[in-house]
């Protein structure tokens, strides 16, 4: 049951007459109270997409967000006056935080920074109201930052190129996959491309998955020389998929699945079934892979979380030769 979060008489739907003026609303959850503020700001002004609907998507989706944010560092990436405003990308988390604030000191390149961890719907607020629309994740858990739990393949599609080439792409590399006996998850990014996680849980380090995940996009290049690349070169994925395996490193962070994007509709990264991608690789339309906040909070009400066994499905990758 998603709504469980939620008290009964809370809701941050916005009435026309409310979009006028910017409200301040106090918001209590979990014995926590917060002092939410400009909820009337348009967030995304080709959709009229709201502050208040960006927090009421985050509220509506925390019972299947959470059990991704938990236990990982957290990468904020606010937009405080829309998505057509500036933003920044904020590692260390602000230092006005609530002291209930769970927060992890990670040893970066130069200094120490001191993530924020989300634990709750409380914390997920408190970030959302700073106008995080995007919430990024590290691969590995505060606990055990050398150890990812997951692999990943970011699609990334250069022009003319897009999520339908990005299709064609995915099921290649599930066939390599399938070979192993390995499951993969994907997602779409909510923004070009897509995400394709394939679940570890067993011991493994970044060098394991990053040369991996290499050895794959090298091997999928090869045999598909007119529609992959491996090379991170701009100029080399003109009309191409890049097979970005190199996001599999301690320092980098990817869009947390069930995140908002930033993009002129308020799509989200939501995970999808390989029998979706392929009815929209039959039908040539990847219009039905566009899902907005209120789409997949049906679909989560619906199905639950895809993404469940990112969790806890334990698979080994065999050894490389
Ligand atoms: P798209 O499908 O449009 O490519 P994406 O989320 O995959 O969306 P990428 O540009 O491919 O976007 O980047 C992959 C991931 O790398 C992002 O999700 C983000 O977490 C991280 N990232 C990208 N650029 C930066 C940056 N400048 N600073 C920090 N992290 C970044
Ligand atoms: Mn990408």
Known sequence: MIYRFISHNYSFKLREEDRQVPKEQAFTVGGKTLQLSNLAKIYYPESGFTKGHMIDYYVKISEVLLPHLKDRALTLKRYPDGVEAPFFYEKECPS?????????????????????????????????????????????????????????????????????????VAFKLKEVFDQFGLEVFPKVSGGKGLHLYVPLNTPASYDDTKAFAHAVAQLLEKTNKDLVTSTMRKDARVGKILVDWSQNDEHKTTVCVYSLRARPRPTVSA????????????????????????????RVEKSGDLFAALSTLEQTLPKLH
């Not at 979706?276 to 789409?295: M, P």
């Open 96 to 168: 006005h935080h609530p002291e209930w604030m769970e927060t992890v000191t990670v040893p970066g390149r130069h200094n120490d920074v001191n993530h924020c961890v989300i634990t709750d719907v409380a914390g997920l607020v408190w970030v959302a109201n700073l106008g995080s629309i995007e919430l990024h994740t590290s691969l590995s858990r505060v606990g055990d930052r050398a150890s990812p739990t997951m692999m990943v393949f970011d699609l990334d599609p250069g022009a003319p190129a897009g999520l339908l080439q990005c299709l064609e």
């Open 271 to 298: 995970p999808v079934t390989w029998d979706e991608l392929k009815r929209a690789r039959k039908k040539g339309s990847v219009v039905s892979l566009l899902l907005e906040g209120d789409t997949v909070v049906k």
